[in-house]
């Protein structure tokens, strides 16, 4: 089982910069993919970006040229780093790693004011 702890979430007015990490321990384990998913109230889950072990990346549609995720293996620590950040990027933040399944960390605030 993985344990993931996430942080450098927070509040920041409309334009601005966050960035948030996720760090996985536990063992023994291997990671195959990382991702963040987000959760604003009153809507489902859903994902932001996913990233592989060797470096290949996704993005909603709604963060592409905004958001970028990296990955330390080195570190087994991976970040989100959220730039030109708007009002509807409000939401609870979740790490998800892929190790034998998915394991999911408790989330970190995010709230962009206008």
């Known amino acids: 089982q993985v344990q993931l702890v996430e942080s450098g979430g927070g509040l920041v007015q409309s334009g601005g910069s966050l960035r948030l990490s996720c760090a996985a321990s536990g063992s023994p384990f291997r990671i195959y993919a990382m991702a963040w998913y987000r959760q604003a109230p009153g809507k489902q889950r859903e994902l932001v970006a996913k990233?592989?072990?060797?470096?290949?990346?996704n993005y909603a549609d709604s963060v592409q040229g905004r958001f970028t995720i990296s990955m330390d293996n080195a570190k087994n620590t991976m970040y989100l780093q959220m730039n030109s950040l708007k009002p509807e990027d409000t939401a609870i933040y979740y790490c998800?790693?892929?190790?034998?399944?998915?394991?999911w960390g408790q989330g970190t605030q995010v709230t962009v004011s206008a």
């Open positions: 990233i592989t072990n060797v470096g290949t990346a």
């Open positions: 998800g790693a892929l190790g034998t399944q998915w394991s």
